[in-house]
């Protein structure tokens, strides 16, 4: 089992920059991919970064050149820098932990509850 938690959402102005993270408990994320989505109001779950033990990185067209996941396995966390956020940007951001194709949700066995990221224009 692997428990996750996110924090370091708040408001934000648009252009700003906001470092989430996401720290696990229970097994070693070295085992898992790492990956970061994202809910707004009326819309589905979006997958926005991903992460593999190696270091390898995935990212969203939307996010790419603006979002950067990194993970630090010695201290079991997953980290998403988000600079130039923009308000479409605005959403529950969800860390998840898994493993086979990145972009697709029900690929990741755990998951966070969430930390809200409001970006005003």
């Known amino acids: 089992q692997v428990q996750l938690v996110e924090s370091g959402g708040e408001l934000v102005q648009a252009g700003g920059s906001l470092r989430i993270s996401c720290a696990a408990s229970?097994?070693?994320?070295?085992?898992?991919?790492m990956g970061w989505f994202r809910q707004a109001p009326g819309k589905e779950r979006e997958f926005v970064a991903a992460?593999?033990?190696?270091?390898?990185?995935y990212y969203a067209d939307s996010v790419k050149g603006r979002f950067t996941v990194s993970r630090d396995n010695a201290k079991n966390t997953v980290y998403l820098q988000m600079n130039n956020l923009k308000p479409e940007d605005t959403a529950v951001y969800y860390c998840?932990?898994?493993?086979?194709?990145?972009?697709?949700?029900?690929?990741?066995?755990?998951w966070g509850q969430g930390t809200q990221v409001t970006v005003s224009s």
């Open positions: 998840a932990a898994g493993n086979g194709r990145p972009t697709i949700p029900r690929q990741y066995g755990y």
């Open positions: 992460i593999w033990n190696s270091g390898s990185s």
């Open positions: 229970g097994r070693t994320i070295s085992s898992y991919l």
